[in-house]
């Protein structure tokens, strides 16, 4: 004879939600519009700048060498370019501008902001005041006096 459920206990489902394989109960169901691996099991993809900055091998000038695929496309392009393909030499100018425009941004991030400039200077201007009131109340004090002579 099949024991009783305990009264106290709470029930997984009502009467009318089958509960079991395939079916979790409603609570723990997808949502719409909810998502639970929106990339899926590989994960993120990559930005470009990290697929650039991948290191590979190639041979150059009879040696091999490890280079980036970025610096890799670049000397694919130089080489074609060299041979008179007017199309690689546009192409490696484009990137030649591109790189020396992200250069010129990146130092550009070295200034301050208006904000970062205004608190910097009131924090000067603190710093110098307070120097200035030690030094109008500074007399000479000894640390240490010097013991006197017996005579």
Do not use: C
């Not at 997984?12 to 998502?35: C, L, M, N």
């Not at 691996?37 to 290191?55: A, Q």
């Not at 910097?120 to 007399?139: M, S």
Request: aromatic share 4%; hydrophobic share 30%; charged share 40%.
């Amino acid at each position: 004879m099949p024991r009783d459920p305990r009264p106290d206990a709470p029930t997984a489902a009502s009467d009318d939600e089958k509960v079991g394989y395939g079916r979790p109960p409603s609570q723990f169901r997808i949502q719409p519009g909810e998502t639970r691996n929106p990339w899926g099991r590989k994960g993120r993809p990559k930005s470009r700048e990290d697929f650039l900055d991948g290191k590979l091998s190639m041979r150059v000038d009879g040696r091999v060498v490890k280079v980036t695929r970025d610096e890799a496309i670049d000397h694919f392009l130089f080489e074609a370019a060299s041979k008179r393909n007017v199309s690689a030499a546009k192409l490696l100018e484009q990137r030649r501008q591109a790189r020396l425009a992200r250069s010129s941004q990146a130092q550009n991030t070295d200034t301050l902001l208006p904000e970062e400039e205004a608190s910097l200077l009131r924090a000067v201007g603190r710093r110098l005041r307070t120097l200035d009131r030690e030094t109008e109340d500074d007399e000479p004090v000894e640390d240490h006096p010097e013991p006197e002579a017996d005579p």
